[in-house]
Nanobody, 117 residues
Framework: QVQLVESGGGLVQPGGSLRLSCAAS????????MGWYRQAPGKQRELVAT???????NYADSVKGRFTISRDNAKNTVYLQMNTLKPEDTAVYYC???????????WGQGTQVTVSS
């Protein structure tokens, strides 16, 4: 049984930084994909960043160069380092784990990130 617990959200001024963490309980054998989605008020959920089991990463154009996704496979943990934050980054951020090519995604509870002066 896999459970994802997120932490690290909060209120930050434009230009500031936050690091989100998502720890997966239970056993995941080098999960196929781990990543982050976000959903802003009144908007559709969008993919922010992903990392494969071999640590290949990709990013949404809106965050490329500012955000960095990383994984610690031994700890079943995925991180999102967010730098140079903008008000438009304000959203609830969700971590997602896809254990294998078959699918069966697990979702975190979401953590609020608010960027405001």
């Amino acid at each position: 049984q896999v459970q994802l617990v997120e932490s690290g959200g909060g209120l930050v001024q434009p230009g500031g930084s936050l690091r989100l963490s998502c720890a997966a309980s239970g056993v995941i054998f080098s999960a196929y994909i781990m990543g982050w989605y976000r959903q802003a008020p009144g908007k559709q959920r969008e993919l922010v960043a992903t990392a494969t089991a071999d640590l290949t990463t990709n990013y949404a154009d809106s965050v490329k160069g500012r955000f960095t996704i990383s994984r610690d496979n031994a700890k079943n943990t995925v991180y999102l380092q967010m730098n140079t934050l903008k008000p438009e980054d304000t959203a609830v951020y969700y971590c997602v784990v896809r254990p294998s090519l078959i699918g069966g995604d697990y979702w975190g509870q979401g953590t609020q990130v608010t960027v405001s002066s």
